[in-house]
């Protein structure tokens, strides 16, 4: 930021800040633009530490590679191996579901699953079409892109922010959805128009210069659409009842244009912030074909001789020269030995598994605590968001028990496609999970029906919902991490005990991320080929 100069830094610093709790952290920086005190670009920071490991490290050195079990074939374990394969190291990889990938699940027709509630589910999608249970989108600073580069891994761009999707607050008072657009409009415009009349009336005089205050009210004629007047009164930010066309169709603007009492009563300015989170900006992207086309690459990269699954671990024992790895696959009982083991499940799992590791790693596991989300598929049999609603992609958020309505960003124009109903988290999604799949079909739908018609029903074709806090080897969405993973009670599972390393999002900044995942491995992988150079 510019150094703010004559001691006005106090006064301006307040004054940002009353923007920022007015308009939201876009209006706020974008206010500090026009008074000159933010960059226009700044380049973009990547994780650069780390460097893939190669043969030729072991051939100088003249050692034979080590050889390293990893429990959990989730994307962290999924990684370690595969970056450790780079060097030669002899990986196995057990993982106690049917499939790799961990919470990375792309559920396609003809997938079953059975929650710990005893619901079963088969999805009967039509071919070509999918929904991501779990992680969905890519934001193009994380290096999962990277992976899905150098693995071949195919992405396309995931509409996270569409300004023709819904904004819905019933408790509010609103009876009808209002377009995202418009409800940006009005509150951008309004809190333009109190900054400009208050900037205008000198009551920004002792925090502003008066060349500041010419430049703000500039600005903010524009940002709010005012005009010379400084009044807001809406524009074609806000939309057309009838969208401008051929010569004798010039348009006509959406009308009846609210209060600013009605506009911030109705609460829709807090959806906003949501598209400048770092880790929500647009672009992002989405692997074509379903996000679970990165474990399956990863798992060819690995060689699936090299993974195990099916296979439940029973007990993790350091034996001072090794560790040795027992576990069930099917009515038998084996057991791996390595040298190394990296424990790559979740955290809540992994404190179940008895080990000799000792308190310290068992208190920092407990410490680290699940958290619950859901979401269900809705197929239909026509795409009548983007016919009748002109909505492609994106998401509408609202207040209900859903929380939030994904519009896929795949399959345009196609005959079907599958709404993402509810993505929802901690109680609703517990309320949720304790219903039939059929029973939590039927209230998402009927949700939906408020927001988009009766065709939110009648041409619906088929359902899948899955809930990860009941799902079998994992149990969570992701997790609490109090005090961040640098915190001093979390050392014990930072660094390795005896030959055990640790490694998943949880240990990570970016957790739910597949980026915390892969970073997380990075740095578990850099640590155990270190420690295996200088032995």
Same mark, same amino acid.
Request: aromatic share 10%; charged share 20%; hydrophobic share 35%.
């Given at each position: ?24 952290? @876009? ?5 500090? @633009?026009? &008074? ?47 970056? &450790?394969? #780079? ?27 059975? !929650? ?33 580069? +150098? ?12 300004? !023709? ?29 109190? &900054?400009?009349?208050?900037?205008? #009336? @000198?009551? &920004?005089? +002792?925090?502003?210069? $008066? $060349? ?8 903010? #004629? ?105 576990? =069930? ?17 979740p955290p809540n799992i992994l404190a179940k598994i008895p080990h000799n590791l000792g308190s310290g790693v068992q208190s920092a596991l407990e410490a680290i605590t ?27 958020? =609202? ?17 079907? @496609? ?7 988290y901690s109680a609703n999604a517990d309320s949720y999970a304790r219903l039939t799949p059929k029973e939590r079909e039927k209230r998402a739908v009927a949700v939906g029906v408020k927001i988009y ?23 969570? $969405? ?8 640098? !915190?001093?009670?979390? #050392? ?44």
């Amino acid at each position: 930021m510019t150094q703010l100069q004559n001691g006005s830094g106090g006064s301006r610093r307040a004054f940002l800040r009353n923007v920022g709790l007015s308009g939201g952290a @876009g209006a706020m920086f974008a206010t500090m @633009g026009a &008074l000159g005190l933010a960059p226009t670009a700044q380049a973009a920071q990547r994780e650069r530490s780390f460097q893939a490991l190669r043969p030729g490290d072991f051939a100088l050195t003249g050692r034979a590679a080590a050889k390293v079990v990893i429990v959990g074939g989730g994307i962290a374990g999924l990684a370690a191996a595969y970056e &450790l394969g #780079k060097a030669g190291y002899d990986c196995t990889v057990l993982e106690a579901r049917d499939r790799t990938g961990g919470r990375n699940f792309t559920v396609r027709g003809g997938d079953s699953t059975t !929650d710990l509630y005893g619901h079963r589910q088969t999805a009967r999608f039509a071919d070509g079409h999918y929904m991501n249970a779990g992680p969905a989108r890519l934001p193009q600073w994380m290096v999962t892109l990277d992976y899905c580069r +150098e693995l071949g891994v195919p992405v396309e761009v995931f509409t996270n922010v569409n300004a !023709d999707a819904y904004l819905y607050n019933e408790s509010a008072g609103m009876t009808a959805p209002v377009r995202y657009r418009t409800a940006k409009a009005d509150v951008y415009g309004y809190v333009s128009e109190l &900054l400009a009349k208050a900037t205008d #009336k @000198g009551a &920004l005089d +002792e925090e502003l210069t $008066a $060349a500041d205050r010419e430049r703000l009210v500039e600005f903010l #004629k524009d940002y709010g659409e005012l005009g010379d007047t400084l009044k807001y009164e809406g524009g074609e930010r806000r939309g057309y009842t009838t969208v401008p066309g051929a010569a004798g169709t010039p348009g006509v603007l959406l009308g009846d244009v609210p209060t600013a009492s009605e506009v911030f009563a109705s609460g829709v300015g807090r959806y906003f912030s949501f598209e400048f989170g770092f880790d929500q900006a647009m672009l992002m992207f989405q692997p074509v074909g379903g996000m679970d086309q990165i474990p399956k690459a990863l798992t060819r990269a690995i060689g699936a001789h090299r993974v195990r699954t099916g296979a439940v671990v029973s007990d993790i024992t350091d034996t001072g020269s090794g560790v040795s790895v027992t576990y =069930t696959q099917g009515s038998r009982r084996r057991v791996v030995n390595a040298d190394y083991c990296i424990g790559a499940l979740p955290p809540n799992i992994l404190a179940k598994i008895p080990h000799n590791l000792g308190s310290g790693v068992q208190s920092a596991l407990e410490a680290i605590t699940p958290s619950s989300a859901a979401k269900i598929g809705l197929e239909y049999r026509s795409r009548w968001w983007e016919l009748d609603h002109r909505i492609y992609g994106g998401i509408t958020e =609202t207040d209900q028990d859903v929380a939030h309505i994904w519009h896929p960003s795949y399959g345009f124009h196609g005959e079907r @496609g599958i709404v993402i109903g509810y993505y929802n988290y901690s109680a609703n999604a517990d309320s949720y999970a304790r219903l039939t799949p059929k029973e939590r079909e039927k209230r998402a739908v009927a949700v939906g029906v408020k927001i988009y018609g009766d065709k939110y029903r009648t041409e619906l074709a088929s359902s899948f919902s899955h809930h990860w806090r009941q799902t079998p080897h994992l149990e969570a $969405a992701w997790h609490s991490t109090p005090g961040g993973p640098d !915190d001093a009670r979390y #050392k014990p599972l930072n660094e390795p005990t005896g030959r055990v390393y640790f490694a998943g999002d949880w240990l990570s900044y970016t957790d739910a991320w597949q980026h915390g995942a892969f970073t997380s491995a990075r740095r578990a992988v850099t640590a155990l080929h270190a420690r295996v150079l200088s032995s």
